[in-house]
Each structure stands twice: as C-alpha cells, then as structure tokens.
C-alpha cells in the first residue's frame, strides 16, 4: 500500500526548511512591507511581527542582537524595508522570516521625496527672493487659512485680537492633513484672491512628517508662488520646514508667530502716535511763539507808526533812480558820440577822396584801376580821377 518513504512531521519540515535554505536566492532577501501583529518581547528582546502588503502577509522574527542596532523603535502601520532571509520554524512548521536589517520606509522615502521637490522648485526659482512680496505694515483685512477646529486657528486670532484688534479677519476653513489637505489650501488661496484682504496666513501646528507632508505639495507651492496676496506660512514647530515655508513670502516658527509678524502691536503704534503729537504740539508752540514775536516787532516798527515815512522813502529812493538813470544815459551818449567821431576820424582818413584833394590822381582802363606804367601802350584810352572830377585821355607815349 505504500509504496513511497514515510516521513515524519519533523523529517518533512526539515526537508522542507532545507530546500529553502539551499536557495541562494531566499538566504539574503530584501523586503518593502508595513509592519502588523508587532510584540516586543522585551524579555529576551526579540521582535516578532507580520510584514504585508495589500495582497500578502508573512510571519517575521528580528533576534535580539540584531534588534539591538535598531535607530528606531519600530511599531505598527510603519512602512519598512527589511535585509533578512526566509526559512522554516521546524516546531510549528511555519514559513517565516527572519530579519537582519531593518529601515523605515516611509520617513526615508518621504525626505528624499522633500529633497528633490524642494530643489525642483528652486531651480524653477520659487523660492527666490526678488519674488518675495512685502508684507504691509498695517493691514486693514487678513486671510486665515487654516483647520477651524484645530488649536492653531485659536492661537492667531488671539494674538491678532491682543496686537491689532482693528484689522478684520476673514477665516477660511480647510483640511490641514490627509489626501484632500492640499487641494482644500489651494481652492482657499484662490477664493482669498478675489477679496480685498491685505494679507494672507496659512496655519497649522506641529505632527509628523506625514502630518505635513500637504504642505510640501507642488500645486501649493505654485498656488502661493502666484498669489497676488502676500503669503505668511506658519505651519508646524520652530523645528519644522515645508516647501510651503520656502516659497512663502514670510517664514513663521509657529502660528503664533505668523500673527505676530503680520500685524503691528497697537500699543506701540499708540505710543508711537501719542509721541508724534508731542513733538507736533511742541514745535506748534514754537512756531505761534515766533509767529508773535514777529507780529509784535512789525507792531512796534516805525513804519507802521509812521506810514507816510514809507511813502517819503519810496520818493526818495525813486529821486535817486531817477538820477543815476540821467547820469547813465549822458555817459552812454558821450561814450557813443566819442565813438562815433572816432570812426569818422578814421574812415575819413581811408577815403580815396582824401588822398586825391593832396594832388594825387586814379587812372583806370577799362574801369580797372592803373597801378602800374607796364600796363599801358600807346593808344589807350584812360581816364583820370581827380579829387572834383574826372576826365579822358589817350596815351600817346609810354
């Protein structure tokens, strides 16, 4: 009836375990899965859990020693990436198994996602600092973009309430964590957009790097980067950061502190007003003490006890204009008439006619004037200026 070997249950799962052991491919395996069934057992200090995925689940042990040189303390729902290898519990006969290494998946694979959208954007120049909108001094509206049941919408409507009480708020609420977190930011930012609201500020208290990992979005970035509204970010602790802080036009620590940046304290604005009005009011004072000290001298002056004195004065000065004006004129005169005989003087004694009344003559040929015997012959005809008249001649010798 049998034909084949018998085997114990023991024989069975050792063989089995051998088959599996002997495969090269199964004695050092990397695996990606979430963590389930966790128990410390922090007696012996070996770690027993599940590793799954959506479709499958296996048994995992990580030893003590081994479980030592964790950075982490690992825990349920965590995505991790384990260094181990598969085998056989002979006991139970349960495949499992057995972990090396371990490093945590989803905090690694989220930073490095952080990394390179954040260097992404700056070279899309985001983050840049000449596209950074100043944040007005005195808004009169504010934008407050946050969770309306969450602690840090309670925090900055206090501290905008204690610093600056006047400027009026306008709150949208939206969803600050999960899937739908970064579309309900974006839609807000927009909606805001279309108001008159001086400032914008976006909101949320500290969490996890999943918690924020909304604020890290890429249409987010690009919806604050083109907001014509200036963005203040105050999301998470001093400690965290978000590409949201980056391309924000103002950084925040805290919520707190976003309110605080964005509105002045109005009881230093008061002290400030209030010193201003001394200074006014005091160079006021000044100004109508000097104002009557000069009132009062014009009062005493003798002008204005003796008014016709002004009139004699003018009559005075008008008699001396008017004789420097005479003076003037004569001066000019002489001067021209100086001239004039001058150049009278000179042009006369340059006059042809000058020269002729002292017996000298101008002979011309053909109306050129003669200036040298060369340029006669015998039988020109030439006539002779004289100093009263004129007369013909025909050349018979040269």
């Known amino acids: 009836m049998y034909d084949s070997v018998i085997l114990t249950v023991t024989q069975l799962n050792q063989y089995a375990k051998s088959i599996i052991e002997d495969d090269v491919n199964l004695s050092n395996v990397y695996v990606m899965g979430e963590i389930s069934n966790f128990v410390d057992h922090y007696r ?33 729902g965590m995505s991790v990436i384990i ?109 805001l957009n279309t108001t008159d609201v001086d400032t914008i500020i976006i909101a949320r208290g500290g969490g996890s790097v999943e918690d924020l990992w909304p604020f890290n979005d890429e249409n ?19 400690t965290d950061f978000t590409i949201c802080d980056f391309v924000a036009d103002l950084r925040a620590p805290t919520p707190s502190a976003a309110a605080e940046l964005a509105v002045p304290d109005i009881r230093e604005e008061i002290h400030y007003i209030t010193s201003l009005k001394n200074t006014l009011d005091t160079e ?39 004789t420097r004006i005479n003076d003037s004129y004569k001066e000019m ?33 053909d109306k050129s004037i003669i200036s040298n015997s060369n340029e006669l012959s015998v039988g020109d005809n030439i006539s002779i200026r004289f100093t009263d008249n004129e007369v013909s001649a025909k050349i018979t010798e040269v």
Not at 149 to 166: P, Y
Not at 298 to 306: C, D, E, R, T, W
């Open 83 to 191: 260094r181990g290898r598969v085998s056989i519990y002979e006991r139970d006969g349960k495949y499992q198994l057995y972990i090396d290494d371990m490093q945590p998946d989803g905090i690694g694979s989220l930073a490095l996602a952080f990394e390179q959208r954040k260097e992404k954007l700056a070279k899309l120049g985001l983050f840049d600092i000449e596209h950074k909108k100043s944040i007005p001094e005195i808004p009169q509206k504010i934008g407050v973009i946050s969770s309306p049941t969450g602690a840090a919408v309670q925090d900055v409507l206090n501290v905008l309430g204690r610093r600056f009480s006047l400027a009026e708020i306008v709150f949208a609420g939206v969803q600050v964590q999960g899937d739908g977190a970064a579309p309900s930011i974006i839609k807000a930012i927009y909606e």
């Open 220 to 238: 987010l970035a690009l919806a604050i980067y083109n907001s014509d509204i200036p963005i203040i970010s105050g999301v998470g602790h001093e």
């Open 284 to 322: 006021f004072e000044r100004l109508i003490i000097d104002k009557q000290y000069k009132i009062e001298k014009l009062i005493n002056s003798q002008v204005l006890k003796n008014p016709e004195k002004i009139i004699e004065n003018c009559e005075l000065y008008l008699d001396i204009l008017n």
């Open 333 to 365: 005169l002489n001067n021209y008439s100086t001239s004039f005989y001058s150049l009278c003087s000179k042009l006369d004694s340059l006059s042809p006619l000058k020269v002729l009344s002292r017996g000298y003559s101008i002979i011309k040929k």
């Open 44 to 76: 012996s200090g070996h770690l027993y859990m599940s590793i799954k995925d959506a479709q499958s689940v296996i048994s995992a042990v990580m030893f003590a020693g081994n479980a030592s040189r964790l950075k982490f303390k690992p825990e349920n």
